[in-house]
């Protein structure tokens, strides 16, 4: 086998991906828990899993954190693209995590919402999916509770900003998000 180089930023289910290792081989191997394991490293999120990804269902307007084999760890109520600006769907991954990010308004570009602002329509995290062209996509916070459920947005997806701190940090960049 050859040997691995641990690069900053790669988290245990990333290396061990890369070596085609699981993890519960990994746990049997050297004689310890999942759980015991994930609180010596501290990089794995759940105890037992070997992979997590995000299922979003545009018609049921949920978002399911998932495990590998397909357990739902956390669902979600979220807001999805309105008809005339639908969400994309498909096969995606996570490609930027930002906290407390700055949004700029596209149609009125002097219209910013700095960091932290409490009115910024991303809420308090933003995981971006998509880039196409002028057009970002992502899963963000929001303050605005009541469009939980709907179609309203431009194509983003959004979660209270109470749940979207949970979903920020099980996730990672690279991380599976398939949206139907």
Same mark, same amino acid.
């Given at each position: 086998?050859?040997?691995?180089?641990?690069?900053?930023?790669?988290?245990?289910?990333?290396? +061990?991906? %890369?070596?085609?290792?699981? @993890? /519960? $081989?990994?746990?049997?191997?050297?004689?310890?828990?999942?759980?015991? #394991?994930?609180?010596?490293?501290?990089? +794995?999120? %759940?105890?037992?899993?070997? @992979? /997590? $990804?995000?299922?979003?269902?545009?018609?049921?307007?949920?978002?399911? #954190?998932?495990?590998?084999?397909?357990?739902?760890?956390?669902?979600?109520?979220?807001?999805?693209?309105?008809?005339?600006?639908?969400?994309?769907?498909?096969?995606?991954?996570?490609?930027?995590?930002?906290?407390?990010?700055?949004?700029?308004?596209?149609?009125?570009?002097?219209?910013?919402?700095?960091?932290?602002?409490?009115?910024?329509?991303?809420?308090?995290?933003?995981?971006?999916?998509?880039?196409?062209?002028?057009?970002?996509?992502?899963?963000?916070?929001?303050?605005?509770?009541?469009?939980?459920?709907?179609?309203?947005?431009?194509?983003?997806?959004?979660?209270?900003?109470?749940?979207?701190?949970?979903?920020?940090?099980?996730?990672?960049?690279?991380?599976?998000?398939?949206?139907?």
């Amino acid at each position: 086998m050859d040997a691995f180089h641990q690069q900053g930023g790669n988290s245990l289910q990333r290396v +061990l991906a %890369t070596l085609g290792i699981c @993890l /519960i $081989w990994l746990c049997t191997a050297s004689w310890v828990s999942a759980e015991e #394991l994930s609180t010596s490293i501290g990089t +794995l999120q %759940t105890p037992d899993h070997e @992979l /997590i $990804w995000v299922e979003v269902s545009l018609g049921d307007r949920v978002l399911r #954190l998932r495990q590998g084999d397909g357990t739902i760890l956390k669902e979600m109520t979220v807001a999805v693209g309105k008809t005339s600006t639908p969400t994309p769907t498909g096969n995606f991954e996570v490609m930027e995590m930002v906290e407390n990010p700055i949004w700029q308004n596209p149609w009125e570009p002097s219209v910013i919402y700095k960091e932290g602002d409490p009115a910024n329509p991303l809420g308090i995290r933003w995981i971006g999916f998509k880039k196409s062209g002028e057009e970002d996509y992502g899963i963000h916070g929001t303050a605005n509770r009541d469009s939980l459920g709907k179609a309203v947005t431009h194509g983003c997806i959004r979660l209270s900003n109470e749940d979207i701190p949970y979903l920020y940090d099980q996730l990672e960049e690279g991380t599976p998000i398939v949206i139907h």
